[in-house]
């Protein structure tokens, strides 16, 4: 924004530190002078005279005084306005570095907690989040960048060798095309629906999520049946305050997550949801491998898997939760993913639940 220049705020305090110092000393010098030349005193009595002499000594004094405390106060003042604003110039250089693309500094104001102190231990929270979402961006621009080339580089190769070997088979490099052409998409759709809950652009509306959960163990029955893989559904009404589409989306992600990443056979994954005064949970877990602590705390971000698919009919592209982990946050929500010792995954999601209906 372009502003006209104007005083500094050093000079401003300065100005009003003296402005003060110099209106106290006057007002304490017109009240030393009605004090010798207006008030009777017990024992003594002022002639014109006298007072004539007392004039002529007390205005030398006066105006003496007066230009020292003009002085003084500017001096003094100065100083003060310096000492004070030098933690302002420390948070206005780091500001600038930051807007200049350096989110590596920090302030680290040195003291007492003050205002400026504050404020100083607030920008630096600022500038860690802000470090580590822009890292996390960059880490996530790369990583779909090479999922996206993965399958253009397939196809590249299937269509150089159908034209290089005319005789090889029509209906397999169709099959093929198909099957790689099906991945880019469902990467594309997942790129955007990340954008999208990330944005926060939808309405909210009171959403079971009981409900939800029964639409989308019934949508993936038939892909846990091909797999051997129990679905088991179970909890209360749990109402939530969101979009039915995203949240929609984010269960049907945490079952074929669930479903994936199982046992090969007679595995199971159990749903189940419930209301706490204020929120609502909804937890989805599994039977699988064994898995770290440190393992699970990477599998929120983009691109990351919990272990090797066991049926490779069904990659994924390294979104699902991923996307969970977004659209949880874009409802004000809390996300715990916790390795379970027999094997396999606990996921809780937690909601603030819808507010209650008013009469009507």
Known sequence: ?????????RLK?????????????????VAGWLFLTRVQHVGLVFVPEYRLSVARDFVPVAAVTMVFLL??????????????LAPLHRITRAARMAANGSLSHRIRLPGRMDEFREFADAFDTMLARLEAHVAGQRRFAANASHELRTPLAISKALLDVARSDPRHGAGELVDRLHTVNTRAIDLTEALLL??????????RERTDLSLVAEEAA??????????????????DVAQAAGSPPLLLQ????????????????????WIHTGARP??????????????TPQRVSTLTEPFQRGTERVHTDHAGVGLGLAIVDTITRAHDGTLTLTPRSAGGLRVTVELPAAAPRTGG
């Open 250 to 269: 984010l269960v049907t992600n945490l079952l074929q997550n669930a479903i994936v990443h199982n046992l090969p056979r007679r595995g199971t994954v």
């Open 194 to 203: 990340l954008s999208r809950a990330d944005r926060r652009t939808f309405t």
């Open 13 to 29: 305090l300065t100005l009003s530190y003296t402005g003060f110092l110099v209106l106290a000393g006057a007002l304490t010098l």
């Open 218 to 235: 019934e949508t993936l029955l038939f892909l846990a049946e091909r797999h051997g893989v129990t679905l088991e559904t179970s909890g």
């Open 71 to 84: 002085v003084f106060g500017l001096g003094g003042g100065w100083f003060l306005a310096g000492r004070m």
């Open 1 to 9: 924004m372009d502003r006209r220049p104007g005083a500094s705020v």
């Open 278 to 291: 204020g929120t609502v949970m909804l937890t989805v877990e599994n039977t699988g491998d064994l898995l």
